[in-house]
C-alpha cells in the first residue's frame, strides 16, 4: 500500500529554523518526485516546489525559490521541507504528494502538517 | 504566476449535473494536455479525481468527467450526491516547468 506519512504538528515562533518530513513507503521511493503544497487557513492550494529523490534534481515555484529548502535521503524515503527563520506568514497545512513525472499527477497525498508560527 | 480562474462556488440539486470551469493561459491549459482536477473535503488531504484532462484514477466514480477547450478546462459531476460536496481545485502543467493551481471552487449540493 502506497503510504506518504509527514511529521506532526509543529508550533513555532518567528524567527526560529524548522524542518518537517514526508516519508514514502510501499513504492519505489527514488523513481516518484515528491512535491510540497502550501494551504493557508482557508485559502488555496499553492504549489512550493519538487524533488526527484534519486538525483535530488529540485525544482522551485517562484513564488517559493529563496523561501524554504526542499531535500531528500533516499536512504530512508524521506523528503523534507525546510525553513531557517519562520515567519507568522508561514502559518499554513504543508502537504506532501507524489508523481511519476514532472508533468504527471499528483496521485498520493501525504495526511499534512499543520505549522503554526506565532509572533 | 497568477492562479488558474475558477467560480467561486457551483451549487446544484440532487440527481443533477454541474460544471466547474477553469481558466489559463497558452503558457498552461492551453499548452498542455497536463491538466488535473483534486477534491478536498474539509480537514482532509485533497485527492486527484481526473488527470491528463479526461482521465480517471481507478476508484473514481465516472460521474466525474473532464474536458479542455483552448485555455479552459472543465470538470463536470453528473447525478450530483451529498458527498460531492466539497471543494475542487484544478491544475496544470506549466511552460516553466512547474505546477499552478485554480482558487478552488466550492461545491454545494442543495
Known amino acids: 500500500e502506497v503510504q506518504l506519512v509527514q511529521s506532526g504538528a509543529e508550533v513555532k515562533k518567528s524567527g526560529e529554523s524548522l524542518k518537517i518530513s514526508c516519508k514514502g513507503s510501499g513504492y519505489s521511493f527514488t523513481t516518484y518526485w515528491i512535491a510540497w503544497v502550501r494551504q493557508m487557513p482557508g485559502k488555496g492550494l499553492e504549489w512550493m516546489g519538487i524533488?526527484?529523490?534519486?538525483?535530488?534534481?529540485?525544482r522551485y515555484s517562484p513564488l517559493f525559490q529563496g523561501q524554504v529548502t526542499i531535500s531528500a535521503d533516499k536512504s530512508i524515503s524521506t523528503a523534507y521541507l525546510q525553513w531557517t527563520s519562520l515567519k507568522a506568514s508561514d502559518t499554513a497545512m504543508y502537504y506532501c504528494?507524489?508523481?511519476?513525472?514532472?508533468?504527471?499527477?499528483?496521485?498520493?497525498w501525504g495526511q499534512g502538517t499543520l505549522v503554526t508560527v506565532s509572533s | 504566476q497568477s492562479a488558474l480562474t475558477q467560480p467561486a462556488s457551483v451549487s446544484g440539486s440532487p440527481g443533477q449535473s454541474i460544471t466547474i470551469s477553469c481558466t489559463g493561459t497558452?503558457?498552461?491549459?492551453?499548452?498542455?494536455?497536463?491538466v488535473s482536477w483534486y477534491q478536498q473535503h474539509p480537514g482532509k488531504a485533497p485527492k486527484l479525481m481526473i488527470y491528463?484532462?479526461?482521465y480517471r484514477p481507478s476508484g473514481v466514480s465516472n460521474r466525474f468527467s473532464g474536458s479542455k477547450s483552448g485555455n479552459t478546462a472543465s470538470l463536470t459531476i453528473s447525478g450530483l450526491q451529498a458527498e460531492d460536496e466539497a471543494v475542487y481545485y484544478c491544475?496544470?502543467?506549466?511552460?516553466?516547468?512547474?505546477?499552478?493551481f485554480g482558487g478552488g471552487t466550492k461545491v454545494t449540493v442543495l
Open positions: 497558452s503558457g498552461d491549459i492551453g499548452g498542455y494536455k497536463f
Open positions: 504528494a507524489r508523481l511519476r513525472f514532472l508533468e504527471s499527477p499528483a496521485d498520493f
Open positions: 491528463d484532462v479526461n
Open positions: 524533488i526527484y529523490p534519486r538525483d535530488s534534481d529540485t
Open positions: 491544475s496544470s502543467f506549466t511552460s516553466s516547468s512547474t505546477v499552478i
